[in-house]
């Protein structure tokens, strides 16, 4: 009898071995296989979480990190303001192209799905996470994912009618989908890749000399200077746009053309000239530009996302609006 | 080491994974090459490979536990690590013969060991075979260096609070301590 469990424990060990080995040469059907097993660990899981963020929430507050609140805030609500100047600026875009009747009006339409960090992956190896809202929500790969933290958490004495100042930052984007799980890709993640723009920034009191491109074809150089008309930075010049990818650690942009003069402290965003995107969707802030040694052309610069990626618990998801999509809808 | 035990080595590899997954990541910190934090799991694989008393036991029960962790990443790479443990855990069985396996010492080494040979060959095929990434390749094996220290000073700990449980899982005689 013994001699039979011993012989098919080894028949059994040599069948799962092949069916790792099958996993591993058919990835579509292993991955159909972890959607399936998923749902045994999301209710664990969103538990554990809930008790990890409520933790690392308290140990900030006893130790003071939470109280770092004013230099934060005002932060904060220079952002706020970078988020309207470029809403004027594009406004201006607009009013101008359609002076000129060289394109039409359309406003960005797209429904915030709440979704919860249920899980992250038991590897600190990747960067990503796992949420509790997919396919049936109407969540596909690609939608990108943003925080979800209120500025009026802290009590602040705000206006009657302004009900919710949002700190809206890009976290990553969605690259896998189950039906009711999607594997949330950060930004910071070796995978990671996006379309995204450098707003260079000048600083109150301050001036700053950027190359735009002349109606010619060629390039000038133009001074900009602070209008002094709020505290916060503002944006000098039209927007970069570059490729954002993760390297693990930060968001890392390579080959960007040296002349563009990128420094530390331009913000990154979302890049919305293809529609696909609300305006204004920060993503973080440049802290290190590097001269590339093979190409001195080119620059490699390094940006530390504005959302706490350690701390993430609610988030939304970006839908956008189809007309006439069946698994998409809002507005 | 009867299926009753398997059963109750999956609740642990079960119970592993949700703390991994959750609280786990409360040990985790920030290094210049990226998040570093131990694989508790592979822990338990250490411990597994130590005292089971057999080498098809040990090869079961490692690949249930890198089956559990397989089942919560995403991405290339799907049943690997289930291939990984259950190769590791039967290694360290062979020359668990010649080594003074109670000692933390020894536990320290086999799980540094371990873990780089698991997640440096699971890092080798991410990078060059399922698809691009940023960082270049020697940032990912540093990182796999750092996780395979932190769990190496853990993994002492975690056979400790094992072994007192150790009739819950399987009855051994040890040759050698």
């Not at chain 2, 020359?95 to 780089?116: N, P, S, Y």
Request: proline share 5%; hydrophobic share 45%.
């Amino acid at each position: 009898m013994r001699f039979a469990l011993r012989l098919s424990k080894k028949w059994i060990l040599t069948g799962l071995c092949l069916a790792s080995a099958a996993m591993i040469v058919l990835p579509g059907y292993a991955r159909r296989f972890r959607h399936a097993v998923r749902p045994a660990l999301v209710p664990l899981s969103s538990a554990g979480t809930h008790v990890n963020v409520h933790l690392r929430t308290r140990y900030n507050e006893i130790t003071g990190r939470d109280t770092a609140g004013e230099g934060e805030k005002i932060t904060a609500l220079k952002r706020q303001i970078h988020l309207m100047q470029q809403m004027v600026v594009h406004q201006q875009g607009q009013i101008q192209a359609l002076t000129k009747w060289s394109g039409t009006l359309k406003g960005f339409r797209c429904k915030l799905l709440p979704a919860r960090v249920v899980a992250v992956e038991s590897l600190p190896l990747r960067n990503r996470r796992l949420l509790g809202a997919g396919k049936r929500d109407g969540v596909e790969a690609g939608d990108v994912v943003t925080t979800r933290r209120l500025f009026h958490e802290t009590p602040i004495a705000l206006p009657e009618k302004l009900t919710a100042l949002g700190r809206t930052y890009v976290v990553g984007q969605i690259s896998d989908c189950a039906a009711h799980s999607a594997t949330l890709l950060l930004a910071t993640d070796r995978k990671f890749r996006m379309n995204a723009q450098i707003w260079r920034m000048v600083e109150p009191g301050g001036k700053r000399i950027v190359e735009v491109k002349s109606p010619g074809g060629g390039r000038r150089p133009i001074t900009f200077r602070h209008r002094g008309k709020s505290p916060g930075a503002h944006p000098a010049g039209p927007p970069v746009p570059v490729t954002a990818t993760g390297d693990g650690r930060r968001i890392v942009l390579k080959d960007v053309a040296a002349d563009h003069g990128i420094r530390s402290g331009d913000v990154l965003t979302s890049d919305n000239s293809a529609g696909l995107l609300p305006l204004g969707l920060s993503i973080g802030r440049v802290v290190r530009v590097e001269r590339n040694v093979k190409a001195a052309h080119f620059v490699t610069v390094f940006v530390e996302p504005f959302a706490d990626t350690a701390g993430l618990q609610e988030v939304y998801i970006v839908l956008p609006y189809h007309e006439a999509g069946p698994g998409k809808s809002g507005g | 080491m009867r299926w009753f035990h398997f059963i109750i080595l999956i609740f642990v590899a079960l119970m592993g994974i949700v703390v991994q997954t959750t609280a786990g990541q409360l040990l985790w910190f920030r290094t210049p090459v990226g998040w570093v934090g131990p694989e508790l799991l592979a822990a338990v694989a250490v411990f597994v490979g130590l005292f089971a008393p057999r080498a098809t036991d040990a090869a079961l029960a490692g690949w249930m536990l890198g089956f559990a962790v397989d089942m919560t990443l995403s991405g290339g790479g799907a049943g690997l690590p289930a291939l990984l443990y259950a190769a590791g855990c039967a290694g360290i069985f062979q020359i668990r013969g010649v080594l003074f396996r109670e000692k933390a010492l020894t536990q320290m080494v086999i799980g540094f060991v371990f873990c780089v040979f698991v997640y440096e060959i699971w890092t080798a095929c991410d990078v060059l075979i399922f698809g691009r990434t940023g960082g270049g390749y020697f940032r990912p094996i540093l990182q796999t260096l750092g996780l395979s220290i932190y769990t190496a000073v853990l993994t002492p700990l975690v056979c400790a609070v094992l072994k007192r449980f150790q009739k819950f899982l399987w009855v051994a005689r040890s040759s050698r301590t």
